[in-house]
């Protein structure tokens, strides 16, 4: 763990020689994450001090305490002023505890995040299309065309805020609330990887992506329930091919889009 993590904590916020395109703190945040599931830390476990913390990663203070505010900020850890660095409770109390371990920037785990989605939205599409009511209905469609809207005007943060809305509209619709609390919290995960690797940005076309929420919307409006669940299976799993080839370029591909 060390080697790769000493070369990203020199300079503060320099690069790493051996990641050129991804800031100190980045990388440092990353192996904290390892860090927490090598130890089996559960939510609740208090961690080591920063200094503590850099001498374990192999880091200086300065790149540790920013890694840590990241974290602190996706909702990974807990930093009490004069209590200590604690790891997070879990996104969602309905979720088990093992997700304290869901690495944001790994290939292995984004795949089963979406795999996940796929199982879980498909379903609230489905039943979406069978229970919607009109208002419902209404939601759904309204925030799909936001998201095109957004989408050909090239605004990320409007499309996020539409993208989100459009999928919990599709969860109310399917009028349970354990699916509907699954879609959140699953949907939190995936945001920590926003951050930790596109800082914000959202991978792949939102044009395509908005396109398909569309679809999706006119089939639960159209009562379709066997179509609005290939829909959706269709429209992750865009999002996830999307998504790992971002993950490549971004990690692997010296010549790809570059963290700064």
Do not use: C, W
Not at 4 to 28: C, F, I, K, M, N
Not at 173 to 185: D, I, K
């Amino acid at each position: 763990m060390g080697d790769s993590t000493q070369a990203a904590g020199r300079g503060d916020d320099a690069t790493s020689t051996s990641h050129p395109y991804r800031p100190g703190y980045e990388l440092v945040a990353e192996q904290l994450l390892n860090y927490i599931a090598q130890e089996n830390l559960r939510p609740g476990d208090r961690l080591p001090t920063e200094q503590g913390l850099a001498q374990i990663l192999g880091a200086t203070r300065n790149v540790t305490r920013e890694a840590v505010k990241v974290l602190a900020a996706i909702g990974r850890l807990n930093v009490r002023r004069g209590a200590g660095i604690f790891v997070a409770a879990s996104v969602s109390g309905l979720l088990d505890d093992e997700l304290s371990h869901f690495r944001p920037t790994s290939m292995e785990d984004v795949h089963m995040l979406l795999d996940y989605r796929k199982v879980i939205e498909s379903e609230t599409a489905r039943r979406a299309a069978s229970l919607a009511t009109p208002i419902e209905v209404r939601a759904i469609r309204e925030s799909a065309e936001t998201t095109l809207t957004a989408a050909t005007e090239n605004d990320v943060d409007t499309f996020a805020k539409a993208d989100a809305a459009f999928h919990d509209s599709v969860g109310a619709a399917s009028h349970n609330v354990f699916l509907r609390s699954s879609v959140a919290g699953v949907r939190r995960l995936a945001a920590q990887s926003d951050v930790l690797l596109f800082h914000g940005d959202l991978p792949g076309s939102l044009e395509v992506a908005a396109r398909q929420h569309l679809a999706v919307a006119e089939a639960v409006a159209a009562g379709a329930a066997d179509l609005a669940e290939r829909l959706m299976v269709e429209h992750i799993a865009t999002t996830q091919s999307q998504f790992e080839k971002k993950i490549r370029d971004r990690l692997f591909n010296p010549g790809g889009d570059k963290i700064l």
